[in-house]
């Protein structure tokens, strides 16, 4: 008898330890990063809400801005590969900052584990009330004749800002000036301030200022106009066929992360995704729910770094 209490006794004890050091077993630190107000933050926040009630324990949103967001994919890329520590990466620091600087502390593909995509969208070239265009045609010859001071904002050196920007200048010759920020959000308040002309902007930020008539729509990003806004055309339609520059954010883990961990957050992040009230309010601020397997993930990663390692080239985009 003595003799099977105490076997009893070891096997609540292992049963206890091991759910103890399962996942999750504490809080949950989603990292974007950008400052908040931009898109990569206001996506987080709205998933990071449903996922801490369906994963039993707070998601904190943690805003690791810096480096066109290269700062937070390294901090996860070295984090505890225990499934507590989760990236809503972007464009820029997944696909296109390999390709720009030398010696980046991270390889997102060996140091980073693809769980789903989470949104894609187009982007919006905008202006503030004072420039005076309306159209794609009047921003290019406005920028042409003021001789390469007309200024373009964006998240940051890579990001999907700043890579439609360099793509439009590369196909239509306009000579316009970009300049970095350490987010969306901080873009957004210099163009309402008139410090910079212009932003190749989320929907999300550039939308309230749309409706407020603080700011001015010029084109979108994608092939096709968006059903957020569809009276805005794209670039293709403006003048420059062919023309296509989809913004995406996707989430990613360190690499070691066991595969039951990985594969428990796709599965709840694939049903956060398809709740229709995750969609309404991710579809309100103009970005299209995009769930997907773990194996689509790393194909579209490995794809758009190929692509954005051609763009890279031959714009001469560097880090400095």
């Given at each position: 008898?003595?003799?099977?209490?105490?076997?009893?006794?070891?096997?609540?004890?292992?049963?206890?330890?091991?759910?103890?050091?399962?996942?999750?077993?504490?809080?949950?630190t989603?990292?974007?990063?950008?400052?908040?107000?931009?898109?990569t933050?206001?996506?987080?926040?709205?998933?990071?809400?449903?996922?801490?009630?369906?994963?039993?324990?707070?998601?904190v949103?943690?805003?690791?801005a810096?480096?066109?967001?290269?700062?937070?994919c390294?901090?996860?890329a070295?984090?505890a590969?225990?499934?507590?520590?989760?990236l809503?990466?972007?464009?820029?620091?997944?696909?296109?900052?390999?390709?720009?600087?030398?010696?980046?502390?991270?390889?997102?593909?060996?140091?980073?584990?693809?769980?789903?995509?989470?949104?894609?969208?187009?982007?919006?070239l905008?202006?503030?009330?004072?420039?005076?265009?309306?159209?794609?045609?009047?921003?290019?010859?406005?920028?042409?004749?003021?001789?390469?001071?007309?200024?373009?904002?964006s998240?940051?050196?890579?990001?999907?800002?700043?890579?439609?920007?360099?793509?439009?200048?590369?196909?239509?010759?306009?000579?316009?000036?970009?300049?970095?920020?350490?987010?969306?959000?901080?873009?957004?308040?210099?163009?309402?301030?008139k410090?910079?002309?212009?932003?190749?902007?989320?929907p999300?930020?550039?939308?309230?200022?749309?409706?407020?008539?603080?700011?001015?729509?010029?084109?979108?990003?994608?092939?096709?106009?968006?059903?957020?806004?569809?009276?805005?055309?794209?670039?293709?339609?403006?003048?420059?066929?062919?023309?296509?520059?989809t913004?995406?954010?996707?989430?990613?883990?360190?690499?070691?992360?066991?595969?039951?961990?990985?594969?428990?957050?796709?599965?709840?992040?694939?049903?956060?995704?398809?709740?229709?009230?995750?969609?309404?309010?991710?579809?309100?601020?103009?970005?299209?729910?995009?769930?997907?397997?773990r194996?689509?993930?790393?194909?579209?990663i490995?794809?758009?770094?190929?692509?954005?390692a051609?763009?890279?080239?031959a714009?001469?985009?560097?880090?400095?």
């Amino acid at each position: 008898m003595r003799i099977l209490i105490a076997a009893l006794l070891g096997a609540l004890f292992v049963a206890g330890a091991a759910a103890q050091g399962g996942f999750p077993s504490r809080p949950i630190t989603m990292v974007v990063g950008f400052a908040p107000g931009g898109g990569t933050d206001t996506a987080a926040r709205i998933i990071a809400k449903a996922a801490s009630e369906a994963l039993g324990q707070p998601v904190v949103v943690d805003n690791r801005a810096g480096a066109g967001g290269n700062i937070a994919c390294e901090l996860v890329a070295k984090a505890a590969p225990d499934g507590h520590t989760i990236l809503l990466g972007s464009v820029g620091p997944l696909t296109v900052a390999p390709h720009m600087i030398k010696n980046l502390p991270y390889d997102p593909l060996k140091d980073l584990a693809p769980v789903t995509m989470a949104v894609t969208f187009a982007n919006v070239l905008v202006v503030h009330d004072e420039v005076p265009v309306r159209t794609l045609a009047e921003y290019v010859k406005l920028a042409n004749e003021k001789g390469g001071t007309l200024t373009y904002g964006s998240s940051g050196i890579g990001g999907a800002g700043h890579l439609s920007g360099e793509l439009f200048r590369m196909m239509s010759g306009v000579n316009i000036v970009h300049v970095p920020y350490k987010g969306g959000g901080p873009a957004m308040q210099d163009l309402l301030g008139k410090q910079i002309a212009s932003i190749f902007a989320t929907p999300i930020s550039a939308g309230p200022h749309i409706k407020s008539g603080r700011i001015r729509a010029i084109a979108v990003t994608s092939l096709q106009r968006t059903g957020f806004m569809p009276d805005v055309p794209t670039i293709a339609e403006s003048g420059y066929a062919g023309f296509e520059a989809t913004n995406w954010y996707a989430y990613v883990l360190p690499a070691k992360t066991s595969n039951e961990i990985v594969e428990r957050w796709n599965r709840e992040l694939v049903k956060i995704l398809n709740d229709p009230a995750v969609r309404a309010a991710l579809l309100a601020q103009g970005m299209e729910p995009s769930p997907s397997s773990r194996e689509a993930l790393a194909a579209t990663i490995k794809r758009e770094y190929d692509t954005w390692a051609r763009v890279v080239k031959a714009a001469n985009i560097t880090a400095n």
